[in-house]
């Protein structure tokens, strides 16, 4: 066996922390890479925790299973015991693992791109910060190459717990009524959602379930699947359509039209729905968050959920009830809170469950579509240019800190005049026309993000299709 070191290792093996957890393609997380990674994460919670197990779990991905190996390998070889949970959603692993005082990893490229893969760090009390991310870029441990991988069984009570939450939570009639379809594709939940549906009262169909993995966006839906969706509420009389992305952290739901909600109205209709006092979202929601007047305060952060679980602590010390979302719809919840009389234990990680059932049964009168007709009108769009070299990102975004104007004018919007910008993370342009335009480099891939804000979906939609069209037509 050969001795290596958790810090050469990953300096130079292709792998980096992203948005949220660390990435890379497939062929580089090698057994090498994961161990390196799996140590390095073992030490940093040594140095604050007394770690003797600790917990594993995968999404549909082919090479899950085997970084998954690899990570209970360099635990067995840290003398931790590995508790395999097999293909759940990130949260219901993040739950259990709360609710047993352990640190976890998660095996998931979440949504992007079937060639790649990541790791997901959570302590004991849920998903490592910034500076946790430093320290195990920064561990510097010895240990010897695994010339075997072991096997490994799977234990069933995460996925358990994590229905019983809502099953606990909500009476057994809650979606009585109701037709769901559920879009099953490859989430990491596919087996979970439709038996929970139907023991909260709805009649489930399952639709579009997949053998092979597919990449699901929530920030990006695809042409393909908006169709789908407006073909399935029709054919199957569906009051809603529940999905996921691909480790189950980020919802994704269509009303009763088949329209999918956008993830930062999703999330603002949930927390409403909870009666939550403090938010804390990214720049890149719909503004309508902030104006809608239906909380006390917004906190406004870098993309990401370690920026908004950042401002938890801020928030709980002056409110009861505290919550964040992403523009991708996934759920945090800050705090403690008590739903119709029973408790709801915070789960300060992205969640996808909740923010279905609240906005479903809040729609049970009228229909989903009617539950946005109240708020600020204001529209959103966005989409990406994938395999875009982060070089070129980059340049772009300096482009616009220096002459933002110039920048606007070469992306095919010379009829607007740069009001404000904004830098808190990526390029967020206020335009005279009240619309916004924000490019950001993904954290996770090489892909070029660009987000649109108008009064109407049209406008929305055609900023940032006239933008990724002059980026990528080498306008810039």
């Known amino acids: 066996m050969t001795v290596l070191n958790s810090s050469s290792l990953i300096s130079s093996g292709g792998v980096a922390f992203g948005t949220s957890g660390a990435r890379g393609l497939v062929v580089d997380f090698t057994p090498e890479i994961c161990a390196a990674f799996t140590h390095a994460f073992v030490a940093v919670m040594r140095s604050e925790f007394d770690v003797v197990r600790m917990a594993l779990a995968i999404d549909n991905r082919p090479s899950s299973y085997g970084m998954a190996q690899a990570c209970a390998a360099a635990l067995m070889q840290a003398g931790i015991e590995p508790v395999y949970y097999g293909v759940i959603p990130t949260p219901a692993l993040a739950y259990q693992a709360m609710q047993d005082n352990m640190p976890c990893i998660m095996v998931t490229g979440s949504h992007i791109p079937f060639d790649r893969n990541g790791l997901k760090f959570?302590?004991?009390?849920?998903?490592?910060?910034?500076?946790?991310?430093?320290?195990?870029?920064?561990?510097n441990v010895d240990f010897l190459?695994?010339?075997?991988?072991?096997?490994?069984?799977?234990?069933?009570?995460?996925?358990e717990s994590y229905c019983k939450r809502y099953r606990s939570l909500f009476s057994s009639d809650l979606l009585i009524g109701k037709r769901i379809g559920i879009y099953e594709h490859s989430s990491a939940g596919r087996d979970l959602y439709a038996p929970l549906f139907e023991s909260l009262g709805a009649e489930v169909i399952r639709i579009g379930r997949s053998d092979e993995f597919v990449p699901i966006d929530t920030e990006a839906v695809s042409e393909e699947d908006k169709n789908r969706a407006r073909l399935w509420s029709k054919e199957y009389r569906l009051d809603a359509i529940f999905s996921t992305d691909g480790d189950g952290d980020r919802p994704l739901l269509a009303d009763e039209r088949g329209e999918w909600l956008r993830g930062d109205i999703l999330g603002l209709l949930c927390a409403d729905a909870l009666s939550i006092e403090a938010l804390a979202v990214p720049i890149s929601c719909n503004t309508s968050v902030v104006h809608c007047g239906r909380f006390k305060t917004v906190s406004l952060t870098k993309i990401g959920s370690p920026y908004v679980i950042e401002q938890f602590s801020k928030l709980t010390q002056e409110y009861e009830r505290v919550a964040g979302?992403?523009?991708?719809?996934?759920?945090?919840?800050?705090?403690?809170i008590v739903v119709s009389g029973r408790l709801l234990s915070a789960l300060p990680t992205r969640d996808a469950v909740l923010p279905a059932l609240m906005v479903i049964n809040s729609g049970h009168k009228q229909g989903i579509s009617h539950l946005s007709e109240d708020l600020p009108q204001r529209f959103t769009h966005s989409d990406r240019l994938i395999n875009f070299p982060a070089?070129?990102?980059?340049?772009?975004?300096?482009?616009?800190?220096?002459?933002?104007?110039?920048l606007l004018n070469e992306l095919a919007l010379p009829h607007c005049q740069v009001e404000s910008l904004d830098l808190t993370d990526g390029l967020r342009l206020y335009l005279d026309n009240k619309a916004i335009v924000h490019l950001r480099p993904s954290g996770n891939a090489p892909e070029l993000r660009c987000y649109a804000e108008a009064n109407d979906f049209t406008a929305a939609h055609k900023i940032v299709v006239d933008v990724l069209n002059a980026i990528q037509n080498n306008i810039i």
């Open 325 to 336: 979302f992403e523009a991708n719809g996934g759920f945090l919840l800050g705090s403690n």
């Open 122 to 139: 959570y302590r004991p009390d849920g998903e490592i910060t910034k500076d946790d991310e430093l320290a195990i870029l920064s561990a």
């Open 145 to 159: 190459s695994c010339l075997e991988l072991p096997s490994l069984m799977t234990c069933s009570r995460a996925a």
């Open 391 to 406: 070089s070129l990102s980059q340049k772009i975004i300096e482009q616009g800190k220096v002459s933002p104007q110039s």
